[in-house]
C-alpha cells in the first residue's frame, strides 16, 4: 500500500503517464472527471494534456486503455486545441485499439475519430483510416473499413472525400478474408447511397459474383439521397435549420439540400484517367480515309470503343478530332457519321473542360449535318453537340449557332435552336447575360413566324427555356414586338421547363449557400489571425452603404471564423508559469534565471536558448516561457549580453510557439523599452517582427506604437517608428488600422526631437506607397514647413510600386473572403483605403432652403445656393454618400442657361468626387452621365472642364459604372460633334487601360460606325481612333459582324477602317493597374483560371498562398456563388484556359541543318524569297509553314495569334528561353528575324518596343557566340530594320540605332553599308538622316574601308544629300563627311566630287566649324567605351562599346576579303569566292604609291594620338598602364583594346601590345582570359605581319633590326598561343587560312634573308607552322590548307612554291589523321575536297606542271577511306549538288577497291610515303624518282629538300647507281651533292645522340625551310643539351642588342625575357651546326645561279597575288645582291 499512497499524491497528468497501471487508470478516471468539469474549451488546462492523449489511447494495459478511450474523448469534444493530436491519436486508435477483442474498445476508437471529424480534421483521420486498410490484421482492417462507412453514413459525401476510398474499393474485394469482403461490401452499398450510378465504372472490374450481389443490395436502397446526420463545429447553423426543417416537415428544403449534396459530388472526379491516343491503331489515320466504307467503319469503331472510357487523359486530340469532324462533315454513309458523331460524343465527355480547344471547330459541322433526317443521325449528332456545349460556354459557340439560325433547312433551325434549348437549361443568369441573350432572341423571334411549325416549335421551346433561366424580366425587353398568342405559348413552354439546377432562380441561390459555406467547413487548424477581421468590419460599416451591404454577411463570418482561429489564453498566475517552465527547462536554467552573478545569468539563457530550438511547437508553453524571461531582473537586465538573448529567445518563442497576444503583451513592453537601445536595438526589432507574424501585424503595431508613446524617451519613439516603416514593408498593408496611428505620428510630427520627427516622415513616406494622395488629406492642418517636408517624402515614392509581402501572407482578414464578388474593376484598393478616412453626413446641412435657393429663377440667388453647397462640402472634407436631394437640384444645373453657374456646378461635382469617394458609384446614373451631356456644350472652357471633373469622377467609381446600360449610347446618339468628339477622345484615352469591360459597351458600336462618317472632321477622326481601343475589348470578329447592319457604302469603308484599327489595336493590361498598391500579392496568382470575377479571385488566391489545403475546395465551392455577379465574362477566362495546356519544356526546337536547307530552297527559287514592301499574305503563311518544325506549337500560335497581346506574350516567352536555348535560337535565326520583320510593318507601339528589347539581348548574345550573321539572314532582316530607323516615335529610332551599333559586332560593317546607303535613298527624311549618320559613324569607327562599293562612290552618294531640302538630312550628310575628313582629310574633296557651290561652301564651313583636329579625335575615341553607357540603351550597348577596338580590326579584315573576292569573280566564275588578300594590296602598292607611303603614316599617326596615355618607353614593362586600366576596367575590353594595337602601323606601339599579350599568354592562370578572342588576335597578328610585308620592308627609313625585333615579337606570342591547345582550337578556319597564308609567304620571303639572323627567324616560323598544324582545330586546319591550296593552284602558276609547301602541310596533316580521326567533321573536309574538285577536276589536275596535288588529294581520300570504310559516304551531307565534282564516284571507287588502299601502308618511321619509290599508289619508276630528286636538288627553293630525299633514299636503296644522274653535271654541282649527303649523315648521327627515340617526319619540319636544313622538334619534351640554351640565349642577345645589349646583359638571367615563347621551342641543334647550315645555303645559291637552264624561273613569289612588276623589282635587287 505504501506504493499506491506514493502515486495517490501525484498531480492527475502525472498519474495518466505513471509506470503503474493502476496509478494510469486512477489518472484517466480523474482525468475524465476534470475534462467534463472544465467548462471553458481554450482553458490552458488543455494545454497539458496534449502530449499525452496519444497514452490515453495506446495503453498496454486493457482496462486502464478502456478509461483513457473515454477520457480521449472527453478530451476531443471539448478541447479547443485538440484538433493538433489529430495524426498521432487516430494512427494509435488503428494501430492498437481496432486489434482489441473488447467490442466497447473498437467502439470508442471509432467515437474518437469520428468526433476527431466533428472538430475539423475530416482529412486526417481519413488517411491514418485508409492507411490502415494496409494492415496485416485483418481485424484492423475491418474496423477501418467500418469506421469509414460509419463517418460516410453520418456526415455524408461532402466531408469524407469518397476519391481515394472508391479508389482502394476493388483491392478490398480482393482480400482472402470473408470479413473485410463482407465490411467492404457494406461500405460500397454506403458509398452507393451518396453517388449512386458514378461506382459502378470503379468497380467493373470486381468479381461478377460480388458485383451481382451489389446490384441486388444497390435494387433494395430507396430512391431518396441520403442526409447528413452529423454536423461539424462549423456548420452548426445548418444543423439548426436542418432540425426545424425536419420539425416542420418541410420538403422543399430538404429538397434543396439533396440538390445541395448531389451537386457537391462529382462522379467524374471519383475515376482514374484513361490514355487512348496511344492506343489508337497506327492506321487508323489511313484508314479514315480509305475508299472502301467497311475499312473506314472499322478505324471508327476501333476509335469509339477507346472513347468510351468516361474519363480520357489529357493530350493533343487535334489530329483525331480532324479526322471525326471530316467524317461528320464529308462522309456520304450515314452509318458512319453516327459512329464519328459517338466518338466525338465520347470525347467531349471524357475530356470535359479539355475538349473546350477543339469545340469551335466542330459545332459548325454538326449544325451543318444536321440536315440529315435519319432519327438515329440526329440523335447521334445530337449527343454529340450536347456533349461538346458542356465543355465550352455558350459565348464561345454563340456566333457559330447564330450563323446556321437562318439557314435555308428547316432541319438545321430547328435542331439549332432545340440544342440552344438544351443548353439553357445548363446555364444560370450569370452566365446567359443580357449580351449573349439579345441576338438569339432576335434569332428565335425570327423563327416564330417561321413557315415549318417544327422549327417554330423548337424557337418557342428555347425562348420559354430563356425565360426560365433568367426570368421574365429579363427577356421581356426582347419580346417587345410579339403578340400575346405567342407570348403565352412561350410562357407556357417555360413552364414545362426542368433546369438542370432545378426551378428557376434556385440554381444561383443554391451555389451561393456553399459558397458561403464552405470555407469554414474546411478551416485548417487554429491560426493566430484574429486581429484584422474583427476590426475590419467597424472599418468597413462606416464606408459606402453599397460596399457594407455586401461585405456585412461574410464579415460576421468572418468573425466566427476568426475565434475558431485566434489563440487566445487567458492570463497565467506565476506558479503555473514556473511548473510549465520547469517541466521544459532544464533545472540548472530555471535556478540561474535570477542570479545576481550575470555570467550565470548569461549560461541560464544559453540553456533557455538551446531548450526552446528543440521543442515541439505542440508543447511549447509559450506564456509561461516568457514569463520566465520577464521574471526579475526581467526587461531591467543591466547586462547587454544576457539582454540580447533575451530578445533574441524572445523571438524564437514566437517564431516556433502557439505565440498568443496574452503571450505578447507580457513582453511588448520590454521591447518596446529596449528598441531605441544602440545594443540591443535590433534583437527587439527582430522579435516585434515574429510577434508581429504570430499575433498579425495590425494588432502588434497598434500595441507597440501607443507604449512607445506612452513613454517619454525620443529614441525608442524614434525606433519604432522605423520598425513600423520596415515591417509594413514586409507584411504589407492588409488589416492595418490607419486611424489608430495618425494621432501617434501626429504626435512624432511635433516632437523636438529631430531623429523622431525624420521616422514619422519616412514612416509616412511607406504609408503612401499603399494609400497613396489620400493618406496626406489627414495632415493638411501641419504647419507650412512640415508640409512640405512630408510632400517631399511623398514624391521620392512617387511612381514607386509597394514591394510584395514576404511575410504574413496567411494573415489576410477573413472579411476580404466574397466581398465584391460582382465588381470587376480594380478600384477596390482606393476604396479600401478610402474607408479608412472620417466622412462627414451632409444630408441635414443639404436644406429644402438650399435647394430652393439652387433651383431659383434669379441667377444671383442659384449662385448663392451653389456657394452654400461648396462651402458645407469643403467644410466636411471627407462626406458620406447620403447627400439628399442635391443631385436633382446639381443636375438641373449642369443645363443652366448661364455658363458661369454650369461652370461652377461642375466644380461642386469635382469636389463631391473627391469628398465622397468611391461610394460615389450610386450617384453616376443621375449625377454622372448629366456631365457628359456638358460635353456637348460650345464653349471650350465649359467643355475643359466638363472633362476634368468627367475624370474625377471615373478616378473613384471606375469605368466600369459608365459602360454598364444604354446610357453611354444615348449620350452618343445625339447628334452633337463636339459631344461626340469628346466622348469618343475620352474613351480612346480610358478603354486601353482597363483588363475588361461590360458586355454592354457594344450597344455604343452602331454609334460608333456612325461617327466614322460624321460630317465633322474632328467627330472622323476621334472615331478612327477610338476604334482599335473598342476592338481590344470586343474583338475584330464580332465589330466585322456588327457592320452587317449598315448600308453597303458604309460597309466596306468601315470594314477597310476596321482592318487599319486591327493593325494597331492596343494590348490589355496584364494586371490590374491600382490593385497592385494595395494588395501586391494577387498579381501573382491572378492567372489562374477561377471563374470569379477579377476582384475576387485574387483575394481567394491570397487566402490560398499559406493555406493550400482549403484552397481547392474553397475555390471551387465559392466558383457558382462568384460567377452570380458576373454579366457574360466567360470570354475572358477562354484564353486563360489554353494557357493551361503544357508549356514547359524547350520553346526553340534544334533541327540540324534546316536553316542551310532553307538557304538552299530560297536560292534554288522553291521558296518565295523574303523580299517585299509590305508582306503579303502568301510570305506570313510561309513563314508559318517553316517555323512549325523549329518552335513549340503554343509558341507559334502566340506569334501569328492576330491579338497583339498574344505577341508581347510570345515574345516574352522568348526572352525568357533565350539564353538558356541559345543553340536552338541560333538554328532558327533566320525564321526569328523574318518574325521579327513583320512587326515592323506593325503600328503596334507596345509590340515593336517589346520586339526592340528582344532584338537587342538577341544581338548581345549573338555577340557573346561569337557568331556571324550570313547573308541570307542579314538580307532579309537588315533592310526592314532600316525601315524603322525613320520611325517618327523618338524611342523606337534609339533603339533600332542602338541594335544597328550591335549588328557590327554580328555582322561586317562593310556589308551593312550598302544596306544603309540604300535606306539614304528613302522618302522619308527621318529615315534619310538616321541612315547618313549611321554612316557617319561607320567612318568614324572603321575608317573609309568601310565604304562601299568604293570610298569615291560612296561619299559622292553621301554628298548628294548636303543639297536635301531637309534640314535634318542636310546636317546628317555634313556630319558624315566631316567624319570621312577626319579620316582621311583633304582627299575627301577629291572623293566627294563636284558639288555646287552652295554645298561646297557649307561642307566647308561645317568643316571648319566642327574643328576636329587630329588630337581631338584621339581624345573622342578614347573617351568612346566610357560614353557609351549613357545612351539610354546603354545596358545594351556596354558590350559593343568594350568590343568596338577588335571590331574595327574584324571590319578591316573583312573588308580586304570581300575587296578580294569581287576582284577574282572574273577570273573563274566556276570557282567559288575566293579570298585573295595579298594581290589586294600589291595592286594598291603598284598602281598608288602616294596612298602606299602615306597610308601607313596616317594610321601610324592616328594610333600613336590614341595611344599616347599608354605609350610605353621600353618593351620590358609589360604591365598595363594604370591609365590604361582606369579607361578599360573590364578584362574582355582590356584585351580588346591590346589586340586592337597588334595591328597598328606603328612599330613600338606594336610591341609595347605584344608584349602585354606575352605576360597573359605565359601565365597559365590568366592565359584563359583570352579565351574567345583568339581569332581577333590572330586577324590582327596577321594583318602586322601584312603591313611589315607590304610596307615597312620597303620602307628604306625604317631599322631592320626593328622590324627583325616585331617579327621576332609576333612568332613568339603565336609560339605561346598554339602551345596552349585549349586556346589555339579557339582559331576558326577562314583566320587559320590567311594565318598559314601569311607564315608561308613570311618563309619564303627573300628580303628576311637579309635580315641579320633571317635564317633564325625562319626557323623560329617553321616550327610555329608545325604547332599550328599539331594544335589547331583539326578539321579548320585541314580546311583552310585544302582552301588555301586552291586559291595557291588558281593564282600561282609561275611560282609552284607556295602550292608546293602548303602541299606539305596536307602531308603531314594526312599522317595525324589516324590520331585525329574521330574529332574530324568529316562533312566539312569532303565539302572542301568536293569544292576543290569543282574547280580543278581530276583533267584539269593532270595538266599542272607538278602532279603532286593531284597526288596529295589521291592519299587524303585513300586516308580517309581506309579510316573509315564505306561510311565515309555518309558524310557528303553539306555537298548541295554531288554531280558538280568526281568526289562521290572517287569514293566509291576507292571503298570497293579498299585492296588498293595497302600502297597506304608505308613505313612510318620514314615518313615519305608518298614519294618513296616502291610506293604502290603511284607505280613510278626508280629513274623518274631520281630525277624528280635531282630537279629538287637543282632548284634553288628545294634544294635541302631534295638532297634529304637523295640521302633517304640512298639509305633504303644503298645499290642504287646515281651516276647516270650526276655525269651531266658541273664538277661543283657533283661535290655540293656529295658534301650535301654528309652534312646531312653527321646531322643525323648528331640527332640521334640527343634524341635518340624520335625520327624526325620528313615533311614534318624542314619542309617548310627551302634555304636550310631541317629542324628537330623535341616533341618529347625530353631534357635537351646546353648547345640548345645557348642558341636560345643567343637569340636573346641579339634581340635585346636593339637596346644596349650590354645593360640588359644583366637582367636577363633574373628576369624572364619578354618573348621567351620565340625560344621555347626545343631545338635539338648546336651552334655549330647553324654555321653549317648558313654556309650551305650560300653553296646553294651559287649552284643555283651557276646553272643557266634554270636562270628563267623567277624569285620565290612573295605571296599568291605577286604582281609582274613585284617580280621584276625583286630579281633587280638579286641581281645587285650578287655583284
Given at each position: 500500500m505504501g506504493d499506491d499512497s506514493e502515486w495517490m499524491k501525484l498531480p492527475i497528468d502525472q498519474k495518466c503517464e505513471h509506470k503503474v497501471w493502476k496509478a494510469r487508470l486512477n489518472g484517466y478516471e480523474e482525468a475524465l472527471k476534470l475534462f467534463q468539469r472544465i467548462g471553458d474549451e481554450k482553458s490552458p488546462e488543455w494545454g497539458k494534456y496534449l502530449g499525452l492523449i496519444k497514452k490515453f489511447v495506446t495503453d498496454s494495459n486493457a482496462v486502464a486503455q478502456l478509461k483513457g478511450l473515454e477520457a480521449a474523448l472527453v478530451f476531443i469534444e471539448n478541447a479547443h486545441v485538440a484538433g493538433k493530436t489529430t495524426g498521432e491519436v487516430v494512427s494509435g486508435v488503428v494501430s492498437k485499439v481496432f486489434n482489441q477483442p473488447k467490442a466497447r474498445a473498437k467502439e470508442l476508437g471509432t467515437d474518437i475519430c469520428l468526433m476527431y471529424i466533428e472538430i475539423e480534421k475530416a482529412e486526417i483521420v481519413q488517411d491514418e483510416l485508409i492507411k490502415g486498410l494496409d494492415n496485416k490484421n485483418p481485424k484492423i482492417v475491418v474496423a477501418c473499413i467500418e469506421t469509414l462507412r460509419k463517418a460516410l453514413s453520418e456526415f455524408g459525401s461532402k466531408i469524407i472525400t469518397l476519391k481515394p476510398v472508391v479508389k482502394v474499393l476493388p483491392k478490398l474485394f480482393e482480400s482472402r478474408e470473408k470479413a473485410v469482403r463482407d465490411e467492404a461490401k457494406l461500405l460500397a452499398v454506403e458509398i452507393y447511397k451518396w453517388i449512386r450510378d458514378a461506382l459502378r465504372t ?236 439579345k441576338p438569339f432572341c432576335a434569332a428565335f423571334l425570327k423563327q416564330v413566324n417561321d413557315s415549318a411549325p417544327e422549327v417554330r416549335d423548337a424557337a418557342f421551346e428555347a425562348l420559354g427555356t430563356a425565360m426560365k433561366v433568367v426570368g421574365e424580366k429579363a427577356v421581356n425587353p426582347f419580346l417587345a414586338d410579339v403578340d400575346k398568342l405567342k407570348l403565352d405559348k412561350i410562357k407556357e413552354c417555360a413552364d414545362k421547363v426542368e433546369l438542370v439546377g432545378g426551378k428557376k432562380g434556385g440554381g444561383g441561390e443554391k451555389k451561393e449557400k456553399p459558397a458561403a459555406k464552405a470555407p469554414p467547413v474546411e478551416e485548417p487548424p487554429p491560426k493566430p489571425a484574429a486581429g484584422p477581421p474583427k476590426k475590419a468590419p467597424p472599418a468597413k460599416a462606416a464606408g459606402p452603404p453599397k460596399k457594407g451591404k455586401p461585405a456585412s454577411a461574410p464579415s460576421a463570418k468572418a468573425k466566427k471564423a476568426s475565434d475558431t482561429k485566434e489563440i487566445v489564453e487567458t492570463e497565467l498566475p506565476l506558479e503555473v508559469c514556473e511548473e510549465k517552465s520547469a517541466a521544459v527547462l532544464p533545472a540548472s536554467c530555471m535556478q540561474l534565471l535570477d542570479s545576481a552573478n550575470w555570467k550565470e545569468r548569461l549560461a541560464s539563457m544559453e540553456e533557455f536558448q538551446r531548450a526552446v530550438e528543440q521543442m515541439d511547437r505542440s508543447v511549447m508553453p509559450c506564456q509561461a516561457l516568457v514569463r520566465m524571461l520577464a521574471k526579475k531582473p526581467g526587461w531591467k537586465e543591466t547586462n547587454f549580453q544576457v539582454m540580447q538573448m533575451k530578445l533574441h529567445i524572445v523571438g524564437l518563442i514566437a517564431q516556433k510557439g502557439s505565440f498568443s497576444k496574452t503571450s505578447a503583451l507580457v513582453v511588448l513592453d520590454g521591447l518596446v523599452d529596449k528598441i531605441g537601445d544602440i545594443k540591443c536595438g535590433s534583437n527587439a526589432k527582430e522579435a516585434l517582427t515574429a510577434i508581429g507574424e504570430a499575433c498579425s501585424l495590425p494588432w502588434t503595431a497598434e500595441q507597440v506604437v501607443s507604449l512607445a508613446f506612452a513613454q517619454k ?256 449610347s444615348e449620350e452618343l446618339k445625339r447628334e452633337n460633334p463636339f459631344l461626340r468628339q469628346e466622348v469618343l477622345g475620352w474613351l480612346a484615352e480610358r478603354l486601353p487601360t482597363m483588363r475588361s469591360v461590360p458586355a454592354d459597351l457594344m450597344l455604343c458600336i452602331p454609334q460608333l460606325y456612325a461617327c466614322l462618317e460624321d460630317r465633322n472632321g474632328d467627330v472622323r477622326k476621334k472615331a478612327q481612333d477610338a476604334l482599335p481601343t473598342f476592338m481590344m475589348h470586343l474583338g475584330y470578329d464580332k465589330m466585322n459582324k456588327a457592320t452587317s447592319k449598315l448600308k453597303q457604302a458604309s460597309k466596306d469603308q468601315v470594314v477597310a477602317m476596321l482592318e487599319k484599327a486591327r493593325a494597331v489595336m492596343p494590348t490589355k493590361p496584364a494586371a490590374p493597374a491600382k490593385a497592385a498598391p494595395s494588395k501586391p500579392a494577387q498579381s501573382a496568382p491572378a492567372a489562374k483560371p477561377a471563374s470569379a470575377p477579377a476582384k475576387s479571385q485574387p483575394v481567394m488566391d491570397d487566402y490560398s498562398v499559406g493555406e493550400p489545403k482549403p484552397d481547392t475546395k474553397k475555390a471551387k465551392s465559392a466558383g457558382p456563388a462568384a460567377k452570380k455577379g458576373v454579366v457574360g465574362k466567360k470570354a475572358p477566362v477562354k484564353p486563360t484556359n489554353k494557357d493551361e495546356e503544357d508549356k514547359s519544356g524547350p520553346i526553340f526546337i ?245 558639288l555646287s557651290e552652295k554645298d561646297m561652301s557649307m561642307l566647308e564651313e561645317r568643316i571648319k566649324r566642327s574643328a576636329k583636329k587630329t588630337p581631338a579625335v584621339s581624345a573622342k575615341q578614347e573617351r568612346a567605351p566610357r560614353e557609351h553607357p549613357t545612351n539610354p540603351n546603354g545596358t545594351f550597348l556596354r558590350k559593343p562599346a568594350q568590343e568596338e577596338v577588335p571590331n574595327k580590326l574584324k571590319i578591316m579584315y573583312r573588308t580586304y576579303r570581300i575587296q578580294a573576292r569581287s576582284q577574282n569573280a572574273h577570273s573563274e566564275h566556276t570557282a567559288p569566292s575566293i579570298p585573295k588578300e595579298f594581290q589586294l594590296d600589291l595592286d594598291m602598292i603598284e598602281n598608288d604609291h602616294t596612298r602606299v607611303s602615306e597610308f601607313p603614316d596616317l594610321v601610324q599617326h592616328k594610333l600613336d594620338e590614341l595611344l599616347e596615355p599608354v605609350t610605353i618607353p621600353e618593351p620590358k614593362i609589360r604591365s598595363v598602364s594604370p591609365h590604361f586600366d582606369d579607361l578599360h576596367n573590364s578584362t574582355a575590353s582590356t584585351i580588346n583594346f591590346v589586340i586592337s594595337q597588334v595591328a597598328s602601323g606603328d612599330i613600338n606601339t606594336s610591341i609595347q601590345a605584344l608584349a602585354q599579350i606575352d605576360e597573359v599568354l605565359r601565365q597559365e592562370d590568366k592565359a584563359e582570359a583570352m579565351s574567345g578572342h583568339i581569332d581577333q588576335f590572330l586577324i590582327a597578328t596577321f594583318m602586322q605581319l601584312r603591313l611589315i610585308y607590304n610596307t615597312h620592308m620597303a620602307d628604306d627609313r625604317l631599322d631592320k633590326k626593328d622590324i627583325f625585333k616585331l617579327y621576332s615579337c609576333i612568332i613568339g606570342n603565336m609560339l605561346s598561343l598554339f602551345s596552349m591547345e585549349s586556346l589555339a582550337r579557339e582559331a576558326s578556319m577562314g583566320v587559320l587560312k590567311d594565318l598559314m597564308h601569311g607564315l608561308i609567304t613570311l618563309m619564303l620571303d627573300s628580303r628576311v634573308e637579309d635580315i641579320e639572323d633571317g635564317q633564325q627567324l625562319i626557323r623560329s616560323v617553321n616550327l610555329l607552322v608545325v604547332r599550328v598544324l599539331e594544335k589547331s582545330d583539326q578539321t579548320n586546319i585541314l580546311s583552310a590548307l585544302l582552301v588555301l591550296l586552291q586559291d595557291s593552284l588558281i593564282t600561282t602558276a609561275g611560282s609552284p612554291m607556295f602550292s608546293e609547301l602548303v602541299m606539305k602541310c596536307l602531308w603531314r596533316m594526312i599522317r595525324f589523321l589516324p590520331e585525329t580521326i574521330n574529332s574530324i567533321n568529316l562533312d566539312r573536309i569532303l565539302l572542301d575536297v568536293h569544292n576543290f574538285m569543282k574547280v580543278f577536276p581530276k583533267e584539269k589536275l593532270k595538266q599542272l606542271k607538278s602532279d603532286v596535288p593531284h597526288r596529295t588529294l589521291k592519299t587524303l581520300l585513300h586516308t580517309l577511306c581506309k579510316l573509315t570504310g564505306a561510311k565515309i559516304l555518309d558524310h557528303l551531307s553539306m555537298i548541295e549538288n554531288r554531280n558538280e565534282s568526281e568526289l562521290e564516284a572517287h569514293l566509291r571507287r576507292v571503298v570497293k577497291h579498299s585492296g588498293n588502299l595497302s600502297g597506304l601502308k608505308s613505313d612510318q618511321n620514314t615518313e615519305k610515303g608518298a614519294l618513296r619509290s616502291d610506293d604502290k599508289v603511284i607505280k613510278a619508276k626508280v629513274s623518274d624518282i631520281l630525277s624528280e630528286i635531282f630537279k629538287k636538288i637543282g632548284s634553288k627553293e628545294n634544294t635541302k629538300e631534295g638532297l634529304t630525299e637523295l640521302y633517304e633514299y640512298k639509305q633504303k636503296y644503298s645499290d642504287a647507281d646515281l651516276e647516270p644522274f650526276l655525269k651531266n653535271t658541273s664538277q661543283f654541282f657533283q661535290s655540293y651533292v656529295e658534301r650535301g649527303l654528309r652534312m646531312i649523315e653527321s646531322e643525323r648521327e648528331g640527332k640521334s645522340r640527343i634524341q635518340p627515340s624520335t625520327v624526325i617526319p620528313q615533311h614534318s619540319t624542314e619542309s617548310y625551310t627551302p634555304s636550310h636544313s631541317s629542324m628537330s622538334v623535341n616533341s618529347n619534351g625530353e631534357d635537351l643539351k646546353p648547345a640548345v640554351y645557348y642558341e636560345r640565349l643567343k637569340i636573346l642577345r641579339q634581340r635585346h642588342g636593339l637596346e644596349n645589349a650590354k645593360q640588359q646583359q644583366q637582367q636577363q638571367d633574373d628576369e624572364r625575357p619578354p618573348f621567351s615563347s620565340l625560344s621555347k621551342p626545343p631545338l635539338a641543334s648546336s651552334t655549330d651546326m647553324l654555321h653549317s647550315k648558313l654556309s650551305q645555303l650560300k653553296e646553294s645559291r651559287e649552284s643555283h645561279f651557276q646553272q643557266d637552264s634554270r636562270s628563267h624561273s623567277p624569285g620565290r613569289a612573295s605571296s599568291p597575288a605577286a604582281n609582274l612588276d613585284d617580280l621584276k623589282k625583286r630579281l633587280e635587287r638579286i641581281k645587285s645582291n650578287r655583284q
Open positions: 470503379p468497380l467493373q472490374n470486381i468479381n461478377s459474383v460480388q458485383l451481382k450481389e451489389l446490384e441486388e443490395e444497390w435494387v433494395k436502397l430507396p430512391a431518396g439521397a441520403p442526409k447528413q446526420s452529423r454536423f461539424l463545429r462549423s456548420q452548426q447553423d445548418l444543423k439548426a435549420k436542418f432540425e426545424q426543417q425536419q420539425v416542420a416537415g418541410g420538403d422543399e428544403g430538404d429538397g434543396d439540400d439533396d440538390e445541395e449534396a448531389d451537386t457537391r459530388v462529382d462522379p467524374y472526379e471519383l475515376l482514374e484517367a484513361v490514355e487512348i491516343l496511344s492506343k489508337i491503331p497506327k492506321d487508323f489515320y489511313e484508314k479514315i480515309e480509305a475508299k472502301k466504307w467497311q475499312e473506314r467503319k472499322e478505324a471508327l469503331e476501333a476509335v469509339e470503343a477507346l472513347t468510351k472510357n468516361p474519363k480520357l487523359e489529357s493530350g493533343d486530340y487535334g489530329d483525331l478530332v480532324r479526322a471525326l469532324k471530316k467524317v461528320v462533315g464529308k462522309d456520304a454513309n450515314v452509318m458512319l457519321v453516327t459512329l464519328a458523331a459517338k466518338c466525338l460524343a465520347g470525347l467531349a465527355a471524357g475530356l470535359r473542360k479539355k475538349f473546350g480547344t477543339y469545340a469551335g471547330h466542330v459545332v459548325p459541322t454538326i449544325l451543318e449535318k444536321f440536315k440529315e433526317k435519319k432519327p438515329q443521325v440526329v440523335q447521334a449528332l445530337q449527343e454529340a453537340i450536347d456533349a461538346v456545349f458542356l465543355t465550352t460556354t455558350l459565348q464561345n459557340i454563340s456566333e457559330d449557332v447564330l450563323a446556321v439560325m437562318d439557314n435555308k433547312n428547316p432541319s438545321i433551325k430547328q435542331q439549332a435552336s432545340l440544342f440552344l434549348a438544351r443548353s439553357f437549361r445548363h446555364c444560370t443568369p450569370a452566365t446567359l447575360p443580357k449580351s449573349v441573350l524617451n525620443p529614441k525608442n519613439q524614434a525606433e519604432t517608428l522605423n520598425w513600423l516603416a520596415n515591417a509594413m514593408k514586409e507584411f504589407g498593408f492588409a488589416g492595418i488600422n490607419v486611424k489608430a496611428f495618425i494621432n501617434n505620428v501626429k504626435t512624432a510630427l511635433g516632437a523636438t526631437n529631430p531623429a523622431v520627427r525624420t521616422s514619422a516622415i519616412t514612416l509616412l513616406g511607406v504609408m503612401y506607397l499603399y494609400m497613396g494622395a489620400p493618406l496626406r488629406m489627414f495632415f493638411e492642418d501641419e504647419k507650412p514647413a512640415l508640409l512640405s517636408q512630408i510632400d517631399a517624402e511623398f514624391e521620392k515614392m512617387q511612381g514607386q510600386s509597394p514591394p510584395a509581402p514576404m511575410r504574413g501572407m496567411t494573415k489576410k482578414g477573413a472579411e476580404e473572403e466574397g466581398e465584391d464578388a460582382d465588381e470587376e474593376e480594380t478600384d477596390g484598393a482606393a476604396g479600401d483605403i478610402m474607408d479608412l478616412l472620417p466622412r462627414t453626413d451632409i444630408s441635414d446641412k443639404i436644406t429644402s432652403d438650399m435647394v430652393a435657393k439652387i433651383g431659383d429663377k434669379n441667377w444671383k440667388i442659384r449662385k448663392e445656393g451653389l456657394d452654400e453647397v461648396a462651402a458645407v462640402i469643403s467644410e466636411a472634407k471627407f462626406i458620406q454618400s447620403n447627400i439628399g436631394e442635391l443631385p436633382m437640384a446639381l443636375k438641373g444645373r449642369l443645363t443652366d442657361s448661364n455658363k458661369l453657374l454650369v461652370q461652377q456646378t461642375l466644380t461642386i461635382l469635382q469636389q463631391i468626387a473627391t469628398a465622397m469617394g468611391p461610394s460615389l458609384k450610386q450617384h453616376v446614373r443621375n449625377l454622372g452621365f448629366p456631365i457628359i451631356t456638358v460635353l456637348g456644350d460650345s464653349k471650350p472652357n465649359i467643355r475643359t472642364t466638363a472633362m476634368t471633373t468627367l475624370n474625377a469622377w471615373v478616378e473613384q467609381t471606375g469605368l466600369k459604372e459608365w459602360l454598364e446600360g444604354e446610357d453611354l534544334l533541327v540540324p541543318n534546316s536553316k542551310e536547307q532553307r538557304m538552299k530552297e530560297e536560292k534554288a527559287l522553291k521558296i518565295l524569297k523574303w523580299n517585299f514592301i509590305t508582306p503579303r499574305d502568301e510570305y506570313v503563311e510561309q513563314l508559318k509553314t517553316q517555323m512549325a518544325s523549329c518552335l513549340a506549337k503554343w509558341l507559334q500560335d502566340e506569334l501569328f495569334h492576330y491579338d497583339f497581346q498574344h505577341h508581347v506574350k510570345a515574345v516574352n516567352a522568348m526572352i525568357e528561353h533565350m539564353e538558356a536555348e541559345s543553340e536552338a535560337v541560333i538554328g532558327c535565326l533566320d525564321l526569328i528575324l523574318k518574325w521579327f520583320t513583320l512587326r515592323f510593318f506593325d503600328t503596334n507601339t507596345s509590340v515593336l518596343m517589346k520586339a526592340m528589347e528582344f532584338l537587342k539581348l538577341l544581338f548581345t548574345m549573338l555577340s557573346r557566340e561569337n557568331y556571324h550573321l550570313s547573308e541570307y539572314e542579314a538580307s532579309s532582316f537588315i533592310p526592314y530594320l532600316i525601315l524603322k530607323v525613320g520611325e517618327s516615335k523618338d524611342v523606337v529610332r534609339k533603339d533600332v540605332r542602338a541594335i544597328l551599333t550591335m549588328l557590327c559586332n554580328v555582322y561586317s560593317a562593310c556589308k551593312m553599308f550598302p544596306f544603309l546607303m540604300e535606306g539614304t535613298k528613302s522618302k522619308n527624311a527621318k529615315q534619310r538622316s538616321e541612315c547618313l549618320e549611321e554612316l557617319g559613324c561607320l567612318i568614324e569607327n572603321y575608317g573609309m574601308n568601310v565604304c562601299q562599293p568604293t570610298p569615291a562612290k560612296a561619299l559622292k552618294d553621301i554628298a548628294v544629300h548636303i543639297g536635301d531640302r531637309d534640314t535634318t538630312v542636310r546636317n546628317a550628310a555634313l556630319n558624315t563627311v566631316v567624319a570621312a575628313y577626319n579620316v582621311c582629310g583633304d582627299q575627301v574633296f577629291k572623293l566627294i566630287g563636284n
